[in-house]
């Protein structure tokens, strides 16, 4: 059962910036809400995570001070915006519903569950000259 929606991926010139959206169903409200990727032959990963009460974000390091994850609450959209591409940013993009978080040294983590199989399509970005 799919459970989000993404949209917004498209093919975008190196330095570009796009706007991702990820619509989720009203159920997940104040879950904890995720984008990952998967680039051609790697495993997907999970780039970002927003907290449900929208005080608290997780950035892997390879997107942290050119992405930033956002949400809005009242239309069920978590965002990802995306600044200063690159070809390595090249994936689909996907968004996910976590199962809860907590702290590891300090740092805020959201936790998925691992055979979590409810992917939405996601949304290609393409970053080429």
């Known amino acids: 059962q799919v459970q989000t929606v993404e949209s917004g991926g498209g093919l975008v010139q190196p330095g570009g910036s796009l706007k991702l959206s990820c619509v989720y169903e009203?159920?997940?409200?104040?879950?904890?809400i995720g984008w990952f990727r998967q680039a051609p032959g790697k495993e997907r990963e999970e780039i970002a995570c927003?907290?449900?009460?929208?005080?608290?974000?997780y950035y892997a390091r390879s997107v942290k001070g050119r992405f930033t994850i956002s949400r809005d609450q009242v239309k069920n959209t978590v965002y990802l915006q995306m600044n200063s591409l690159e070809p390595e940013d090249t994936a689909v993009y996907f968004c996910?519903?976590?199962?809860?978080?907590?702290?590891?040294?300090?740092?805020?983590?959201?936790?998925?569950?691992?055979?979590?199989?409810?992917w939405g399509q996601g949304t290609q970005v393409t970053v080429a000259a």
């Open positions: 009203s159920g997940l409200k104040y879950y904890e």
């Open positions: 996910a519903p976590a199962e809860g978080s907590s702290y590891l040294g300090g740092n805020y983590r959201c936790r998925f569950r691992p055979d979590y199989d409810d």
């Open positions: 927003i907290s449900g009460s929208d005080d608290n974000r």
